[in-house]
């Protein structure tokens, strides 16, 4: 009974991190969402971050899995979405992320000069690097060797909260590119650009990991500026699309509140 009972814990866990990898899988896919900040409000940040530093599979497998599964399931509808209500979404995308800053809002310790600064310096790299969900163009295929370069610019995007992968894709001219691929499911683009994402996810946990073990605050600092920073690529142009910032707002404060 006992060996029963710790295999079915290990599976509720294992389900568990499946279904957290899905809304992590999606946000990757969002210009101006960042799968990072998804899963520090969902509560695994760290222990992603130390998963990937220590190859932990039975963590990373049912994340990926689930993050795959989210990115394939919603690749369609935000094509979709973005065409066919661009100001919504981008209110809806808004609210997301401004809720989203009250997650590494609440992992500062202490208020200093120090984190004032880095706040300052992570918003305004975010700002001037943000590009619009709009400003996506037309493409035709990707070759192998950019796809894998831009999953691992991507892949430092996807696990620092903040920064969107999907946004540096945009910056690249790959997005539109890689949501057709994903929706389509091409290989040809798929595979290195997995490949791209693995490499860079690996080579820079290893710094993630010491930052958070060490720096916690600081990070969580400059962090919030990235977070608050990247909104100016999702910012509506009429104020009536208040129901969709609202939405997204809802949803990850309740979120956050769940994790609590």
């Not at 130390?50 to 509808?77: D, E, R, T, Y």
């Not at 979709?80 to 989203?100: D, N, Q, T």
């Not at 509506?236 to 609202?246: L, M, N, S, T």
């Amino acid at each position: 009974m006992e060996e029963e009972g710790k295999k079915k814990f290990a599976f509720k866990k294992i389900g568990k991190l499946f279904i957290k990898g899905i809304p992590i899988g999606m946000s990757n896919t969002l210009p101006g969402v960042s799968g990072g900040t998804m899963a520090l409000v969902l509560g695994i940040y760290d222990r992603l971050v130390h998963s990937i530093k220590n190859i932990k599979f039975k963590v990373l497998i049912p994340i990926l899995l689930g993050a795959v599964a989210g990115a394939l399931s919603s690749a369609k509808l935000i094509t979709f979405v973005l065409e066919s209500y661009p100001e919504l979404m981008k209110a809806f995308l808004l609210g997301l992320i401004f809720a989203s800053s009250g997650a590494t809002i609440k992992e500062i310790k202490e208020f200093n000069w120090k984190i004032a600064g880095l706040t300052v310096v992570g918003f305004a790299i975010a700002y001037f690097y943000s590009v619009g969900v709009n400003s996506t163009q037309a493409m035709g295929s990707i070759s192998a060797i950019k796809a894998f370069f831009g999953g691992v610019l991507g892949s430092v995007a996807m696990i620092l909260p903040g920064i969107s992968g999907g946004t540096i894709l945009v910056m690249f001219g790959l997005y539109e590119g890689v949501i057709h691929a994903l929706s389509e499911l091409q290989m040809s683009v798929l595979l290195p650009l997995g490949l791209g994402v693995g490499v860079g996810l690996l080579s820079f946990s290893w710094l993630l990991s010491y930052l958070l073990d060490n720096y916690r605050s600081l990070l969580m600092a400059c962090l919030t500026g990235l977070i608050l920073g990247s909104m100016r690529s999702v910012i509506p142009a009429h104020i009536g699309e208040i129901v969709g910032f609202g939405a997204g707002f809802i949803i990850i404060y309740f979120l956050i509140r769940s994790e609590d």
